[in-house]
């Protein structure tokens, strides 16, 4: 699943997704009961995820009318793999949702590689790209 689409409002979702599901392909709703029973999570999960298989994306994004999609490509630096995932959400965030209700702010991104299973910190060079790095 490829996910096309976040939404502030789990409403939003749900109308986006019953456009695509009109035009018969097969969106997933990821988020949209957590946030339609607490909204204040949106923010803290970033929001509420339309999500389409794979070979579905490209007409997702047509019919949406959304602007063409270029995801960063981060590069693990261990073994200069593209398959790195960018963590939504921390532990201390999550953690302050459990026990205050709201996330805790932090200005640190951590990602992890699918390949070498190592965690990486993102941050942004000085052209304004993302880039993942060791952590020391």
């Given at each position: 699943?490829?996910?096309?689409?976040?939404?502030?409002?789990?409403?939003d979702a749900?109308?986006?997704?019953?456009?695509?599901?009109?035009?018969?392909?097969?969106?997933?709703?990821?988020?949209?009961?957590t946030?339609?029973?607490?909204?204040?999570y949106s923010?803290?999960?970033?929001g509420?995820?339309l999500?389409?298989?794979?070979g579905?994306?490209?007409?997702?994004?047509?019919?949406?009318?959304?602007?063409?999609?270029?995801?960063?490509?981060?590069?693990?630096p261990?073994?200069?793999?593209?398959?790195?995932?960018?963590r939504?959400?921390?532990?201390?965030?999550?953690l302050?949702?459990v026990?205050f209700?709201f996330?805790v702010?932090l200005?640190?991104?951590?990602a992890?590689?699918?390949?070498?299973?190592t965690?990486l910190k993102?941050?942004?060079?000085?052209?304004?790209?993302?880039v993942?790095?060791?952590?020391?």
């Open positions: 699943m490829r996910v096309v689409a976040r939404y502030q409002k789990a409403d749900y109308l986006a997704a019953s456009v695509l599901e009109g035009s018969g392909l097969s969106p997933h709703i990821r988020d949209g009961h946030i339609g029973v607490d909204w204040f923010q803290a999960i970033g509420v995820k999500e389409v298989p794979e579905e994306f490209e007409k997702a994004v047509e019919l949406l009318g959304l602007p063409p999609v270029e995801e960063p490509t981060l590069k693990c261990y073994c200069d793999s593209a398959k790195v995932k960018v939504e959400l921390s532990g201390v965030a999550a302050g949702i026990l209700g996330a702010p200005k640190t991104r951590k992890d590689c699918l390949d070498c299973k965690s993102v941050s942004t060079n000085e052209n304004g790209e993302q993942a790095e060791k952590i020391d």
